[in-house]
Structures are given as C-alpha cells and as structure tokens.
C-alpha cells in the first residue's frame, strides 16, 4: 500500500494499492488539474530528486521544498506561547528536516490554512510523536487522508493561548484560517494568512481571489465577512504563503487599504 501524493497540488492521499483515479482537490475549480493529466509521486520518490530547504525569513525558520514542487508552499515554525506551531504543511517528509526541527524544540501543533496545503499532514504528524493537527470543520470534505490526530475546530475564533488566535476568515475556502500572532515575530504582531488574503508582489497589498490559478474573484460578501472578522486584531506584519510574500512594517494599514482597493475595483 503507497500513500500517493498529487503532483500538481501536492496532496497526499489514503493508502492504495494503485494511484487513485483522481484527486479531489485538482478537480475543483478552485484548482486544476496539471496540463500532462493526473499524476502522481511518492515521499520516497520526491526524496530522490527534491531537498527540504530550510532557512530563516524575516526572523522566522521556514521550509519548503526544492527544487519547487506543486504549490510551493512554505511553512513556518513559531515559537509561540502556545507551543511550536509549525503553521502550514509539506508534501515532503525528510529525516533531516524532521531532526532539524527536533533541534529547535519540535513541533507541539500543526495548523493549516486551508486544504491546498494540506499536503502529508499525518506523516509530519507522525514524525513528532502524533502531534495534532488543528483544521476548520467547514473543510472537513477536503480531507484526503484521514488521521488520528486530526483536530477538527468550529465557529470563527479559536484562541490558543493569551497571544495565538486563529480565525475563520473564509472566502477561499469556507474554512480558511488566518493565524494571529500577538506578540511576534516582532513587537506589534503579525498574521500569518494563507490563501485567505494572498500577499500580492508589491508587498505593499494583499488581495482575495476564490481561484488563484483560474483567476475567479471572491465574492464582496465574503470579503467584507472576512473585513469584519479580522477588524479587531492589531499586527504589523502579514505572512503570505510562499516564499518573500511577506509585508513587513505597517501590515494592519495595508491590509484595511487593500480592502478599499479590492471593493472599489470590484463593484459597479
């Protein structure tokens, strides 16, 4: 039995003696599935001609994959009081990177944003001794392989400590979570976004599409839910979801412009 990873979105899927004929999350219209068809790898496979890059960013440990493969997500580990967060998820699972996060103390929790990046949760998971892996209960649907550790959370705010809150901004997906971190990386706080508000290359804005890829607006309605459900929480610093997609400095300003911006672009 292989638990086969998509190699467009990089999800990993139940066990199977086969590859599956499909995968879920490319068929949506939020995704797409690769030009050459659906195709599929292996962690063991990925290991053969991809490494886990590991290195700081604006303070923080990142990691991802490279050569880049599928989203290219990166993922963070935050040292927060709520314990090591390791704040997204990698197809790839490597002894190296594993040991290098057990020298910064290991993983306490694993949150995700949304299901593009869900990647191989339960291999990470299992890697540091089942450590749980919070997700939004409205995106439960997306998940393609199911684990013990799952923690399934509802309603739009989940406080994890005095300084860590994630929030249910939706939009992009009904679940999409944004993670609010009070008192880091640096003094004033930041948020670490996900999809739900996509960094744009300016690093001044942030914008909010339902399909990045098919390029498919948000509605203004979950634009302006997601306005009001983040209207409270002050941060100066925004994560975005890869690499350099960051606002550093002044990132709450930002944010409440590229708001304006999005829906005075949008209606009429």
Known sequence: MT???????????VDSKQPPSQCAICEDDRQY???EGQRWTTNGALRENHAQRIEMESGLTALGQTPAFAIDQRAFLLPTDAGNILWECLPLVTDEA???????????Q??????HFYASMGEWSDAFGGAPILLHDADRQWVQNPHPSIDYWSGDERALSDGVTLIRAGG??????VLHWADGPRPGGAIFSGDALQVVRDRRHVSFMYSYPN????RTSNVIAMRARLSKYAFEDVFGYSWGLNIIGDGRQAVNASFDRYLAAVNG
Request: aromatic share 8%; hydrophobic share 35%; charged share 15%.
């Open 172 to 177: 992009h997906f009904a679940g999409s979570t």
């Open 215 to 218: 390029l498919i607006p948000m």
């Open 33 to 35: 599935v690769g030009w």
């Open 3 to 13: 638990r086969y990873i998509c190699e467009t979105c990089g999800t990993q899927h």
């Open 98 to 108: 594993v040991e290098r996060i057990k020298d910064l103390g290991g993983i306490d």
């Open 110 to 115: 694993i949150i995700i944003s949304h299901p």
